[in-house]
C-alpha cells in the first residue's frame, strides 16, 4: 500500500446532487440540460474537503436517518446529497462517453464500502486500526461505514485488481463487500 500518500495532494470530482434538479424545482423540460451540467462539468475538491462536506447537509442527512426504508433512504441521497469519485478526477459522467476518455487523473484510492454492519462502531474502529486504511467514516444513514485506502497503484485498469485483493482481507475480518461496490462512489 501506498507510504507517500498525502491528502492535502489528492483531488476528487465532485458531484453537487446526482439528480440536481429533483430538490430544487426545476421544470419537466429543464431536467436534461441541469443533469447534462452536473455529470458534464464536475468539480474538482480537495478529498479532506470533501470528507467534510457532511456538516453543510445535516436537514438533508436528517431525512435519511430517518428513512427507515432502504430504497426512499437511496433515494433521498441521490436527490439531495453530493457525492464524489475518490479513486479519480473525471472529465465528465455522461454514459456515452468511454471510462479512458473520461479519466482526467487515476489517484490509485479504493473506497471499501461496508453496508447492513452489525456493531457498526466497532467494526469501524477494527477496519481503521489496520495500517494500510486511511479514513474510516460512518454511511450517510449510519447503517454501515466506508474505508479509504491508498494504493500504489497507478493504472486504473488494475483498479479491480486491488479491489478484489483488499476485498479478501475484508473477508478475514468477517467483512463482506457487496458485489462490484468496492468501486463505488461515497456520499
Known amino acids: 500500500m501506498n507510504r507517500e ?18 430538490s430544487q424545482g426545476y421544470k419537466e423540460k429543464d431536467k436534461t440540460r441541469e443533469y447534462h451540467m452536473c455529470v458534464r462539468y464536475p468539480k474538482e475538491a480537495l478529498i479532506t474537503d470533501f470528507l467534510q462536506l ?37 472529465h465528465t459522467r455522461l454514459k456515452e462517453v468511454s471510462l479512458k476518455d473520461k ?25 481503521a486500526a489496520l495500517p494500510w486504511v ?11 461505514f466506508f474505508a479509504i485506502v491508498p494504493t500504489d497503484n497507478t493504472d486504473y485498469e488494475k483498479h ?7 476485498e479478501h482481507e475484508m473477508l478475514k475480518l468477517g467483512l463482506k463487500l457487496p458485489p462490484a461496490r468496492a468501486q463505488k462512489k461515497t456520499h
Open 5 to 22: 500518500f498525502d491528502p492535502a495532494s489528492v483531488y476528487v470530482s465532485l458531484f453537487e446532487q446526482k439528480y440536481p434538479y429533483m
Open 54 to 90: 457532511g456538516t453543510r447537509y445535516i436537514p438533508e442527512l436528517e431525512m435519511v436517518w430517518k428513512e427507515e426504508d432502504e430504497k426512499k433512504r437511496r433515494q433521498i441521497k441521490a436527490d439531495f446529497l453530493p457525492f464524489a469519485t475518490i479513486s479519480c478526477t473525471l
Open 103 to 127: 479519466l482526467k487523473h487515476y489517484t490509485g484510492l479504493i473506497v471499501l464500502d461496508f453496508d447492513h454492519v452489525d456493531n457498526v462502531e466497532e467494526m469501524k474502529h477494527e477496519v
Open 134 to 144: 486511511w479514513y474510516v467514516g460512518l454511511s450517510a444513514s449510519k447503517r454501515g
Open 160 to 166: 479491480k485488481l486491488y479491489c478484489l485483493a483488499l
